[in-house]
Nanobody
Framework: QVQLVESGGGVVQAGGSLRLSCAAS????????MGWYRQAPGKQRELVAT???????NYANSVKGRFTISRDNDKNTVYLQMNTLEPEDTAVYYC?????????????????WGQGTQVTVSS
């Protein structure tokens, strides 16, 4: 199977920075898109940022100019650099990866999620 392990969450004051990491491991051929989503208490999970295998990026309007997503394909890892954090950024952050697997020469993709990492921004 495939596992996504996140790290880097924590508590930070408003205006501070954090860097999240998410490493994929297990049996797969390659990874298509990777991304970060977040879910605040009482709210639905929302997209934060995504990056394609060709390094094209997409951001939620609320984080544009403050967050940067990147990936290291050699390490199967995606990062989220978060700067100028605001209390509204407080949430559980989830990593997502669209993985290519094969079964007897048949290729297919599967979406995987990490377990989530808590980010808390105090005012």
């Amino acid at each position: 199977q495939v596992q996504l392990v996140e790290s880097g969450g924590g508590v930070v004051q408003a205006g501070g920075s954090l860097r999240l990491s998410c490493a994929a491991s297990g049996r797969f051929l390659n990874i298509n898109g990777m991304g970060w989503y977040r879910q605040a208490p009482g709210k639905q999970r929302e997209l934060v940022a995504t990056v394609t295998s060709g390094d094209n990026t997409n951001y939620a309007n609320s984080v544009k100019g403050r967050f940067t997503i990147s990936r290291d394909n050699d390490k199967n890892t995606v990062y989220l650099q978060m700067n100028t954090l605001e209390p509204e950024d407080t949430a559980v952050y989830y990593c997502n990866a669209n993985v290519i697997r094969d079964s007897g020469g048949y290729y297919y993709t599967v979406n995987y999620w990490g377990q989530g990492t808590q980010v808390t921004v105090s005012s």
